[in-house]
């Protein structure tokens, strides 16, 4: 029995892909995962600040120290804007939220009444939108606290200075601001209730199952050369380059099709309004398929057996899509984690579609996504054509 286990122990050992996917899938996940929810302190905490636009329509003494106070905050980076762009900003995706004091501000402010104070901001960043209004609203809760402090004491210190001092003290009528309530505004997505949960589910799904299938069929290069089939190919007038693009226009085409048969299914069953941008979202499909294929082609290019394809490609697909947002939503992720996410091809994916349903941005706007998934592909093409000589072709 003892020597059939230590048969058993050594064949495992010596399996790298078990190994792999035993021991160092896990791990790695574990780590992306931990870091996703915030669960390593040192490496989650938040080293920047949050962003937050200003727009300060009242432009009085008080509201530009109420500025000037919570810019002055370490968690806070204020910058100062006009309405008409800071709305675009947000929309674009380009900042979280926007601080718009309206006038009147000074007076209702000193006065004890409601506050004509509004905060604009992206429903995608719901969570961190709390957080800034959480600051802002206790920021403000100070300074109210602090008005009727210096109403009363200035109140007191009349009636001290008139000669009247009896037992009577004064009282000042104040209205406390202990309910205060800022009015929130959210400019995207309001339209479409469905619209995040949705472009999340198809998008980040669709984004993840693609690589699994483009992989598969890098692999199957591998395969062939194990079963002697490009031997026979190579004894043809093809060459390799004819051999490593037939590949890739085959896994392209599979990609497209399962990209389209997706958002099809999503619009019939799930009713995502995929008419809302076609142009656009056909050149999203389009660069998806061609980044993903290409870097499909690319994991079997830089393998030398079929088993070191499949494990490399499964650890890469799962940390690429932890990071990039096909697992856990960007948007619930801590801000290094949102930095970390550009090093994945799932991230441009799903942020251009993001782009299209929930934002509902032109063309122009969702362009840089697209050209950076063509640049992705370009590059895994030339890569792949300079490894699969070398690490399949020339091992026949």
Do not use: C
Not at 321 to 339: D, Q, R, T, V
């Amino acid at each position: 029995m003892f020597k059939l286990f230590k048969k058993d122990l050594i064949l495992f050992f010596n399996d790298q892909r078990s190994f792999i996917l035993t021991f160092l899938i896990p791990i790695i996940l574990i780590t992306v995962f931990a870091l996703a929810y915030g669960a390593i302190g040192d490496l989650t905490e938040n080293s920047e600040s949050l962003e937050l636009l200003v727009v300060d329509q009242d432009k009085t003494e008080l509201s530009r120290k109420f500025v000037s106070d919570i810019d002055s905050l370490s968690i806070l980076t204020v910058t100062n804007s006009e309405l008409d762009k800071a709305k675009e900003l947000i929309i674009k995706g380009k900042y979280t939220a926007a601080l718009v004091f309206k006038n009147g501000f000074q007076d209702s402010l000193s006065h004890g009444f409601d506050v004509p104070l509004e905060l604009l901001y992206d429903k995608e960043q719901e969570f961190e939108t709390r957080h800034l209004q959480s600051i802002i609203v206790n920021t403000l809760l100070t300074y109210s606290r602090k008005i009727e402090i210096e109403k009363y004491y200035e109140a007191y210190t009349l009636w001290l200075n008139s000669g009247l001092a009896g037992n009577n003290i004064p009282q000042v009528a104040t209205k406390g601001h202990e309910q205060f309530s800022l009015e929130m505004i959210s400019l995207v997505g309001e339209k479409n209730d469905l619209g995040l949960d949705l472009t999340q589910a198809v998008a980040g799904t669709a984004i993840l199952m693609l690589l699994f299938s483009m992989a598969s069929v890098g692999t199957s290069i591998l395969e062939e050369k194990e079963n002697g089939t490009i031997n026979r190919l190579m004894y043809s007038p093809l060459n390799s380059q004819t051999i490593l693009y037939s590949k890739m226009l085959f896994a392209f085409f599979i990609a497209l099709l399962q990209l389209t048969v997706m958002f099809l299914f999503s619009w019939v069953f799930l009713h995502l309004d995929i008419t809302i941008n076609i142009k656009a979202l056909v050149l999203m499909i389009i660069s998806t398929s061609f980044a993903i294929s290409s870097l499909g082609i690319f994991l079997a290019a830089i393998a030398k057996s079929r088993q070191q394809a499949q494990s490399l490609s499964t650890l890469i697909i799962l940390v690429m899509s932890a990071i990039g947002g096909s697992m856990i939503p960007l948007y619930f992720m801590p801000e290094i984690m949102n930095k970390v996410a550009i090093l994945s091809v799932n991230y441009w994916g799903i942020q251009g579609f993001y782009d299209i349903f929930w934002r509902s941005l032109p063309l122009s706007e969702i362009l840089p996504k697209i050209l950076v998934l063509i640049g992705i592909g370009l590059v895994m093409t030339i890569l792949s054509k300079r490894l699969i000589n070398k690490n399949i072709l020339k091992l026949i």
